[in-house]
């Protein structure tokens, strides 16, 4: 069972950038590792995912050219490098995995695997 401890998370300003970084505790390579936010009051959401062995990567519409998630595979590490935040990128940011299945489409999985989450607080 894949464990998961994030870091990174803070306080940033509008305009600016902050990176969140993600361990798991085995190969990154035989997951499908994605990035979750939840803000006060609002559903979780996905805000992007990837999908390394089939060279597949998912944004949220919101994050689309702001957000970029990377794995290092030889660390066993997914970041998700945020620029340009906006004070409505305010949450409680969650990585997350799931095995990885030869044909599923990404916005297909279901999760099973979850850190422990990172605030993330934008001012504006």
């Known amino acids: 069972q894949v464990q998961l401890v994030e870091s990174g998370g803070g306080l940033g300003q509008a305009g600016g950038s902050l990176r969140l970084s993600c361990a798991a505790s085995?190969?990154?390579?035989?997951?499908?590792m994605g990035w979750f936010r939840q803000a006060p009051g609002k559903e979780r959401e996905v805000v992007a995912a990837?999908?390394?062995?089939?060279?597949?990567?998912y944004y949220a519409d919101s994050v689309k050219g702001r957000f970029t998630i990377s794995t290092d595979n030889a660390k066993n590490t997914v970041d998700l490098q945020m620029n340009s935040l906006k004070p409505e990128d305010t949450a409680v940011y969650y990585c997350?995995?799931?095995?990885?299945?030869?044909?599923?489409?990404?916005?297909?999985?279901?999760?099973?695997?979850w850190g422990q989450g990172t605030q993330v607080t934008v001012s504006s």
């Open positions: 085995e190969r990154t390579l035989s997951y499908v």
């Open positions: 990837t999908i390394w062995r089939a060279s597949v990567t």
């Open positions: 997350a995995a799931a095995r990885y299945r030869v044909g599923t489409p990404i916005a297909r999985y279901e999760y099973g695997y």
